[in-house]
Each structure stands twice: as structure tokens, then as C-alpha cells.
T-cell receptor
């Protein structure tokens, strides 16, 4: 079974509108972390936002916020006021402390976001 | 500038040849990782190293080997390249504070084509 599921292969949004990118996860580890990364067409991986499993508040970083619903095992990324530069591939990832010391990130397959002018 | 350096940036390799992808970090991070990225599959972990002198297998280790002789370097070797190893390879590093990993720093990637 997939540990990270991103059900939207592609998304379109109009400039200045908000968009939500979906991510669901599967883990039995009570301590885990959820990440979102952006990969523009140039190829580099850019860290956006982090949410720990014990964090009480939803994480926010500028125009990015993470809608963390622990019971539903979802960690959706919300981008407010989309900009043309937001067009990119977005990856959701999860860190589990499996095996005690093996800290690894497992990635979803990604969502390609296109922002239209 | 602190970060991760990967080399080469891109390479075309004949099937059956041996190839080492280089990865060096200058942040003194204790953990390092190799991922491959393929269209529609996201990033998949090949090998990892929690500290210098130790390595472990990830999700797709077959056909690849790694070594971690020191903190800064984590080379990935393809002993005998096959076309299915055509991919973009990312090296990453991370540090662990209080038992928690907070995120990765990624290199800029190596685009490898095996023909």
C-alpha cells in the first residue's frame, strides 16, 4: 500500500485564486512528520512547509498553509493568492522514525500545478 | 555557499558500463540519501546512510551500491548500467535534532541516460 497518496496528477488554478493540493498518508507510527516540496521546471527541490504529528496548530509559511486533519490522515497544501511562479510539481512527503534510527522521507507521486494568467 | 554538490549534471552512459555519481555536502549533516525520480512515480529511495560508516537499502536498491567513508561524501555506483536506470538522481542530506528529522537539503540532481 502506498504510504503517501496524491490523487491529483494535475491541477489548474487562475492567478490570484487559492488552490488546495491533496495528500493522504498511511502510518502506524505515532510520531511522524509531513512535508511539502516544490519542484519547478528547473528541477530543484524546494522545501515549503512542515507539520509534525504532535503539532496542535496547522503549519503556515507565508502563502502556504498545511490543512492537517490527523484523524483523516490528510495533509493538504493550501496556496493562497496563486502566482504564475507557483506553476510547478508539488510533492507531499512523510518522515517516519521506522526502525528507531532510520529517518527517511517517503514521497508521493506529485501533483503538477499550472497557474493560468 | 552551503549545500550539496552533485556531479555530473548529466551523463549519457552505454549499457554495461560502470558509473559513479558523486555527492558532497558541506553542512556536516549526519544523514545522506539517494533518490531516483521517474515520471509518474515521484521520488524513490535507493540507499541511505544515517552516519559515516553505515549504509542501508531503500525501496529500489537493486543495481546500485553506496559507501560513506566520511561525513561529507556519499557516492552512488552503478556497477553495470541498464536502460531501466535512466532517471534523474537526487542526493539529499539531513540532520537529526532530538531524534527528529526536520527535512532534507537536496542537490540539483544528475540526469542519467543509459543507452
Amino acid at each position: 500500500a502506498q504510504k503517501i497518496t496524491q490523487t491529483q496528477p494535475g491541477m489548474f488554478v487562475q492567478e490570484k485564486e487559492a488552490v488546495t493540493l491533496d495528500c493522504t498518508y498511511d502510518t502506524s507510527d505515532p510520531s511522524y512528520g509531513l512535508f511539502w516540496y516544490k519542484q519547478p521546471s528547473s528541477g530543484e527541490m524546494i522545501f515549503l512547509i512542515y507539520q509534525g504529528s504532535y503539532d496542535q496548530q496547522n503549519a503556515t509559511e507565508g502563502r502556504y498553509s498545511l490543512n492537517f486533519q490527523k484523524a483523516r490522515k490528510s495533509a493538504n497544501l493550501v496556496i493562497s493568492a496563486s502566482q504564475l511562479g507557483d506553476s510547478a510539481m508539488y510533492f507531499c512527503a512523510m518522515r517516519e522514525a521506522s526502525g528507531g534510527s532510520n529517518y527517511k522521507l517517503t514521497f508521493g507521486k506529485g501533483t503538477l500545478l499550472t497557474v493560468n494568467p | 555557499i552551503a549545500g550539496i554538490t552533485q556531479a555530473p549534471t548529466s551523463q549519457i552512459l552505454a549499457a554495461g558500463r560502470r558509473m559513479t555519481l558523486r555527492c558532497t555536502q558541506d553542512m556536516r549533516h549526519n544523514a545522506m540519501y539517494w533518490y531516483r525520480q521517474d515520471l509518474g512515480l515521484g521520488l524513490r529511495l535507493i540507499h541511505y546512510s544515517n552516519t559515516a560508516g553505515t549504509t542501508g537499502k531503500g525501496e529500489v536498491p537493486d543495481g546500485y551500491s553506496v559507501s560513506r567513508a566520511n561525513t561529507d561524501d556519499f557516492p552512488l555506483t552503478l556497477a553495470s548500467a541498464v536502460p531501466s536506470q535512466t532517471s534523474v538522481y537526487f542526493c539529499a542530506s539531513s540532520d537529526v535534532y532530538g531524534g527528529q528529522l526536520y527535512g532534507y537539503t537536496f542537490g540539483s540532481g544528475t540526469r542519467l541516460t543509459v543507452v
